[in-house]
């Protein structure tokens, strides 16, 4: 899972909560992305951010939102207006550049109560 | 639209024979084109990628993938498969218009003892 954290591992959400999501990297990244995994779906893009103090919304972005005040940092909040939040969440870091490599976290698994 | 297809599911290889992960893309221009391994509950891993030169590409883990022009195709091969390849694989591209990585839905290879 290369120099990316993310925690925690399991998260659980009651009905009208926000909660985040923690994402650091220590590779030097200028670009960070959050992916949604849900089964047979593969990944789909929430939000992501080139460069610090600056992000765009991906595919799927309604109910959710992020910050980047860090370079090293880009976490997530899934907010009370995302109704059906129960997925797999992916955090990933690369240079900003089409070619490059994305190196992936571990992974937080969000079940609602 | 830009898109990356994986039109199968799943595959089921005995162990020690040649496996073969299908992959097609549409994208206008250039094309680049990854593959990633995920393990069950973990983030993905990159394992190879196509952004010009040699149409075969050799990875991580003993795995190549041959890009055909052509037929828009950029199959994952591994002469003998072994176990502990049994994963779930994700072929990507870059869209063209705007960087981001597209992904396709993922196919689950298992290799049968």
């Known amino acids: 899972d290369g120099g990316i954290t993310q925690s925690p591992k399991y998260l659980f959400r009651k009905e009208g909560q926000n909660v985040t999501l923690s994402c650091e990297q220590n590779?030097?990244?200028?670009?960070m992305y959050w992916y949604r995994q849900d089964p047979g779906q593969g990944l789909r893009l929430i939000y992501y951010s080139q460069i610090v103090n600056d992000f765009q919304k991906g595919d799927i972005a309604e109910g959710y939102s992020v910050s980047r005040e860090k370079k090293e940092s880009f976490p997530l909040t899934v907010t009370s207006a995302q109704k059906n939040p129960t997925a797999f969440y992916l955090c990933?870091?690369?240079?900003?550049?089409?070619?490059?490599?994305?190196?992936f976290g571990p992974g937080t698994r969000l079940l609602v109560l | 639209a830009q898109s990356v297809a994986q039109p199968e599911d799943q595959v089921n290889v005995a162990e020690g024979n040649p496996l073969t992960v299908k992959c097609t893309y549409s994208?206008?221009?250039?094309?680049?084109l990854f593959w990633y391994v995920q393990y069950p509950n973990r983030g993905l891993q990159f394992l190879l990628k196509y952004i010009t030169g040699d149409n075969l590409v050799k990875g991580s883990y003993g795995f190549e993938a041959e890009f055909n022009k052509s037929q828009t195709s950029f199959h994952l091969k591994k002469p003998s498969a072994l176990v502990s390849d049994s994963a779930l694989y994700f072929c990507?591209?870059?869209?063209?218009?705007?960087?981001?990585?597209?992904f396709g839905k993922g196919t689950r290879l298992h290799i049968l003892p």
């Open positions: 590779l030097n990244h200028d670009a």
């Open positions: 990933a870091s690369s240079q900003p550049s089409g070619w490059e490599t994305q190196y």
């Open positions: 990507a591209v870059r869209d063209t218009r705007d960087d981001k990585i597209i």
């Open positions: 994208v206008s221009g250039n094309p680049y």
